[in-house]
């Protein structure tokens, strides 16, 4: 009798063992990895992760120093400029304020056809710029031509303009307004959260252009990286209480002095950025900009096909569509379902939720990856 007992024991011991070792290793609904093909923060490899993982070290030491050094120049090298680079340990609204703070003094022309391109105005507001908006309805492309005609009746000091519009999936022709801006005295500033290391930009027709690391650059969230040209940097001398944190010209002496930042930066992300750009460069930014391109390609024929886009025709983003709910659909079921099979879509964005949803096709995500995410929708949709 003893013997069973102990053979008993024994057996239900081990099976709890490995009961519990099973809950352990196989991941549950909530522990599921999620494939994103949201609109940021966007999918983030498994070997740019690891690079947060290395020890952290001194952010004054000379390790930092060389660290910074060599993301500043990969960064001017990846995008063909001699421009000044300054990395923050910030998002994109960051930037937003900062370019604001650095370039104007007070007035300023926003230009909006989106959720973000407000966002901006109202920075700009709450920074006591004399700020004017010029609307257009969501779904619109900034057109050249009003450009003109606003700076032919008014001086402003600057032009902000929304490159691309991720809550609406709008790209607007930044080449034009560029040199009507400039043709007009005026800097122009350019938001490029959503398109920046992913669309084709020439960042030297840009007098500020900035983008966080969460989207096209296919990083983490915590830094924002921001392009500033000579005209801007002079203009930053002249501006009057720009700020500590987001002072350009603070940004540029430290780094020509040390190689390093004023404030204590993410160390472990700029580990990270420093990996990211070796990959970039090696790619290069054309092949890059053609497989958004590709992406971006597959995705608008599926939305045209099965509903509609939302985006005005002839201005679509390279590296997020917007797609008109035109089937009234469910988007949270639609999105629930897909959860369960590993992969994340987006609702619309304010007002345009359930009216719309958004599949990012940016950073480093592949036409394979979005072949397996449209299949997957399909599959849901037709059951």
């Known amino acids: 009798m003893l013997k069973f007992f102990k053979f008993f024991y024994n057996v239900s011991y081990n099976y709890f063992r490995i009961l519990i070792s099973l809950l352990i290793i196989i991941p ?51 995008f063909n400029t001699n421009y000044e680079v300054e990395v923050f340990t910030t998002s994109g609204t960051g930037l937003m304020e900062g370019s604001i703070r650095n370039v104007v003094q007070s007035k300023i022309l926003n230009l909006i056809n989106g959720s973000f ?3 901006w105005y109202k920075i700009a507001l709450a920074n006591g710029k004399d700020a004017k908006a010029f609307e257009y309805e969501w779904g619109k492309a900034v ?33 034009e307004i560029s040199k009507i801006a400039h043709d007009h005295d005026a800097l122009l500033i350019v938001d490029a959260v959503s398109s920046l290391a992913g669309d084709l930009i020439d960042v030297n027709k840009a007098d500020v252009i900035f983008a966080p690391t969460q ?15 000579p005209a801007a940097m002079e203009k930053a001398k002249t501006v009057k209480d720009r700020g500590y944190f987001f002072d350009f010209i603070a940004m540029h002496d430290y780094y020509v002095e040390k190689k390093q930042i004023p404030a204590t930066p993410a160390v472990s992300l700029f580990y990270a950025l420093d990996y990211q750009l070796e990959k970039m460069l090696k790619e290069g930014m054309e092949q890059r900009y053609n497989r958004h391109k590709e992406m971006a390609r597959m995705v608008q024929d599926w939305a045209k096909k099965n509903f509609d886009l939302f985006a005005e ?13 035109t089937k009234n659909i469910n988007v949270e079921n639609l999105r629930k379902e897909l959860r ?7 609702n619309g964005y304010g007002k345009l939720k359930e009216k719309t949803f958004r599949i990012a096709h940016m950073g480093d995500l592949t036409p394979a990856e979005i072949k397996e995410l449209l299949d997957t929708m399909d599959e849901i949709l037709n059951r």
């Open 28 to 78: 549950s609904g909530d522990n599921m990895h999620l494939k994103l093909f949201i609109p940021g923060p966007t999918e983030v490899r498994e070997d740019v992760l690891k690079m947060l993982s290395k020890p952290v070290i001194g952010h004054r030491s000379k390790d930092m120093s060389d660290l910074y050094e060599r993301i500043h120049n990969n960064l001017q090298k990846f």
């Open 313 to 325: 025709p002839g201005y679509e983003s390279v590296t997020v569509t917007t797609v008109k709910n």
């Open 143 to 175: 057109k050249p031509g009003d450009v003109e005609n606003l700076l032919e009746k008014e001086k402003f000091e600057a032009v902000a303009l929304t490159h691309n519009e991720t809550s609406t999936g709008v790209r607007s022709p930044f080449d």
């Open 117 to 119: 391109s407000d966002r």
């Open 340 to 346: 369960a099979r590993g992969m994340e879509i987006s």
């Open 215 to 229: 989207k096209s650059f296919a990083l983490p969230p915590g830094l924002a990286i921001a392009f500033i040209s």
